[in-house]
């Protein structure tokens, strides 16, 4: 297939906004040595901004080239329901009620298990929470699971080590642990109406392997870190005003609602007006929304979907002529350097696929979710959120993707051996 100018230079942007990915902390740097230009330099330290900021350079170049008509028409060809979706199932999950509800459960959860309370509420956030991300997607698990890491582990001075293997081990599981339906994670999302994939498929071929690896993950991460996760105070918090039970049933019911009606954004826009209604009427029993963190988020998604169509041309036919070994491994790579639910959106359009090449591509996509920020959708909401503990407000791409290499691979052997 012969490129375009603008797929050209598509791809060109793409691969400088990968590489900007792994200079951010660079940019944090230069903006307190050079205090009078920090502006700029914070800017391009956001790792949330980086695929936007060189969307709009694509759309800038096509509209010089093009016409304004032309760019528009582009746009408008474009599927922005994902980051629109992360962004507001993001707010939702992070709200207090929502979070009280998931904090009392996991602490009721973790008293089943024989450790420290600390050892055993971090391993819950590890396990249990990426695999309830099969049911309330993985964006809305991973926004549970960093608010709750954070507010336990990453505030309370943990060391440097502990914070980057937590953050490979979360971003591994919450990226294998939407498997188990057919519904929660993207790259699954993509194929499952084309491919016919229920449930039950999901649960047989890749949710009970998932399982595995997830606890795996979570039990060597927390067992590696025992000594110093038992000398933290975990426990339930005290002296706040509970949240009425009626009120955190509503915020249930809102989540559930968006997470159904996922596909549809003039629904779930609606019942996201409505809690932001709620929450306002409610403030007592709220914190602060992260409206700023998720519109973030959504941006640098909705720059992934602008850069990534531009990528059809070259990745297609890379994935077209690989067998399922090499897909599986291939795909594990690539999603590296480009968003897994674009991989497999593109892997389904290939032509005359058999059941090995759909199993290998979906499980090479889903094993390389927790490599890099833009393997998969829900990574930046974990950016946003925890980034702010790390040195320099900046989390390091080379430290995160040695960090998740580990628990990678134990999803390799899961998913390629079991």
Request: with cysteine.
């Given at each position: 297939?012969?490129?375009?100018?603008?797929?050209?230079?598509?791809?060109?942007?793409?691969?400088?906004?990968?590489?900007?990915?792994?200079?951010?902390?660079?940019?944090?740097?230069?903006?307190?040595?050079?205090?009078?230009?920090?502006?700029?330099?914070?800017?391009?330290?956001?790792?949330?901004?980086?695929?936007?900021?060189?969307?709009?350079?694509?759309?800038?170049?096509?509209?010089?080239?093009?016409?304004?008509?032309?760019?528009?028409?582009?746009?408008?060809?474009?599927?922005?329901?994902?980051?629109?979706?992360?962004?507001?199932?993001?707010?939702?999950?992070?709200?207090?009620?929502?979070?009280?509800?998931?904090?009392?459960?996991?602490?009721?959860m973790a008293r089943y298990i024989p450790f420290n309370d600390s050892v055993a509420f971090y391993f819950i956030c590890l396990a249990a929470i990426p695999l309830l991300g099969s049911f309330i997607t993985e964006p809305a698990a991973m926004t549970v699971a960093a608010l709750m890491l954070r507010d336990n582990f990453y505030s309370r001075g943990i060391s440097h080590r502990l914070k980057y293997v937590t953050l490979g081990a979360l971003f591994v599981n919450i990226s294998i642990g939407g498997t188990l339906t057919h519904f929660a994670a993207p790259p699954v999302l993509m194929v499952a109406a084309r491919w016919d994939w229920d449930m039950w498929y999901m649960l047989s071929h890749f949710g009970w392997k998932a399982a595995i690896a997830v606890l795996i993950n979570a039990g060597l991460a927390t067992w590696l870190f025992r000594s110093?996760?038992?000398?933290?105070?975990?426990?339930?918090?005290?002296?706040?005003?509970?949240?009425?039970?009626?009120?955190?049933?509503?915020?249930?019911?809102?989540?559930?609602?968006?997470?159904?009606?996922?596909?549809?954004?003039?629904?779930?826009?609606?019942?996201?007006?409505?809690?932001?209604?709620?929450?306002?009427?409610?403030?007592?029993?709220?914190?602060?929304?992260?409206?700023?963190?998720?519109?973030?988020?959504?941006?640098?998604?909705?720059?992934?979907?602008?850069?990534?169509?531009?990528?059809?041309?070259?990745?297609?036919?890379?994935?077209?002529?690989?067998?399922?070994?090499?897909?599986?491994?291939?795909?594990?790579?690539?999603?590296?350097?480009?968003?897994?639910?674009?991989?497999?959106?593109?892997?389904?359009?290939?032509?005359?696929?058999?059941?090995?090449?759909?199993?290998?591509?979906?499980?090479?996509?889903?094993?390389?979710?927790?490599?890099?920020?833009?393997?998969?959708?829900?990574?930046?909401?974990?950016?946003?959120?925890?980034?702010?503990?790390?040195?320099?407000?900046?989390?390091?791409?080379?430290?995160?993707?040695?960090?998740?290499?580990?628990?990678?691979?134990?999803?390799?052997?899961?998913?390629?051996?079991?």
């Amino acid at each position: 297939m012969t490129p375009t100018t603008i797929q050209l230079i598509g791809t060109l942007l793409f691969a400088i906004a990968v590489v900007h990915t792994f200079m951010t902390k660079y940019f944090e740097r230069l903006a307190h040595r050079q205090p009078g230009h920090a502006g700029i330099w914070h800017l391009l330290g956001e790792v949330e901004v980086v695929f936007g900021f060189w969307a709009f350079v694509l759309l800038a170049f096509m509209a010089f080239t093009g016409g304004t008509d032309t760019t528009i028409s582009y746009l408008e060809g474009l599927n922005f329901t994902e980051p629109a979706f992360v962004f507001v199932i993001m707010v939702v999950a992070a709200s207090r009620p929502v979070l009280e509800l998931c904090k009392t459960l996991a602490h009721a959860m973790a008293r089943y298990i024989p450790f420290n309370d600390s050892v055993a509420f971090y391993f819950i956030c590890l396990a249990a929470i990426p695999l309830l991300g099969s049911f309330i997607t993985e964006p809305a698990a991973m926004t549970v699971a960093a608010l709750m890491l954070r507010d336990n582990f990453y505030s309370r001075g943990i060391s440097h080590r502990l914070k980057y293997v937590t953050l490979g081990a979360l971003f591994v599981n919450i990226s294998i642990g939407g498997t188990l339906t057919h519904f929660a994670a993207p790259p699954v999302l993509m194929v499952a109406a084309r491919w016919d994939w229920d449930m039950w498929y999901m649960l047989s071929h890749f949710g009970w392997k998932a399982a595995i690896a997830v606890l795996i993950n979570a039990g060597l991460a927390t067992w590696l870190f025992r000594s110093e996760l038992s000398r933290l105070d975990v426990k339930p918090e005290a002296g706040r005003a509970g949240v009425p039970p009626l009120l955190i049933a509503l915020h249930v019911l809102f989540l559930a609602g968006i997470v159904f009606f996922a596909h549809h954004p003039v629904v779930f826009v609606g019942v996201f007006l409505l809690f932001l209604g709620i929450a306002e009427g409610y403030s007592h029993y709220h914190d602060r929304l992260i409206l700023r963190e998720g519109l973030l988020v959504g941006f640098f998604l909705a720059g992934l979907v602008t850069l990534g169509n531009q990528q059809q041309w070259w990745l297609q036919d890379v994935l077209a002529g690989m067998d399922s070994t090499a897909l599986f491994f291939g795909a594990t790579s690539l999603t590296a350097i480009t968003d897994n639910a674009a991989l497999t959106y593109l892997g389904s359009l290939v032509e005359g696929t058999d059941e090995a090449f759909r199993y290998s591509l979906v499980a090479g996509a889903v094993t390389g979710g927790g490599l890099t920020v833009i393997a998969n959708a829900p990574n930046p909401a974990a950016f946003a959120i925890l980034r702010g503990n790390f040195d320099d407000e900046a989390i390091n791409p080379l430290g995160l993707l040695v960090t998740a290499l580990p628990p990678t691979m134990v999803a390799v052997i899961a998913f390629q051996v079991l």
